[in-house]
């Protein structure tokens, strides 16, 4: 993993202890299907299915961002700030398992209704 991913993730680690360790360890995908948590600055510009991209500032999240996970390729924009609606909760436990609340439904496209809890969608 990158020096610059590894000190997001340390930055973060006040917010989520022992995310870092978890973070550098590397899990193959056929071993943890779970939706898997990167560190980033910016929206990527190629984002993959099965990941959850986690933007931050000062060590607090800011912005989500989730290739719906029904499909159809859009990428989903979630917002982590407070004061802003819509918003979610994130939280990101010391094994990188994540979960988001309330559940995402997308009102325009495929209008996809799901939870993510512990890593995993549920689809509602
Ligand atoms: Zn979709």
Redesign the pocket.
């Given at each position: 993993m990158s020096g610059r991913v590894s000190n997001l993730a340390r930055q973060v680690g006040a917010w989520v202890a022992g995310a870092d360790a978890e973070l550098r360890a590397w899990h193959p995908p056929w071993a943890d299907p779970r939706i898997k948590v990167i560190l980033t600055d910016r929206e990527p510009a190629r984002p993959k299915a099965g990941r959850i991209y986690v933007a931050t500032a000062s060590g607090r999240p800011t912005f989500g961002y989730l290739v719906?996970?029904?499909?159809?390729r859009?990428t989903l924009h979630l917002r982590f700030l407070p004061n802003r609606f819509p918003r979610w909760d994130i939280a990101i436990e010391g094994n990188g398992v994540v979960s988001l609340m309330p559940s995402v439904w997308?009102q325009v496209?495929?209008r996809?209704h799901f939870i993510l809890k512990r890593g995993k969608i549920h689809w509602c």
């Open positions: 719906c996970p029904c499909g159809c859009e997308r496209g495929c996809s």
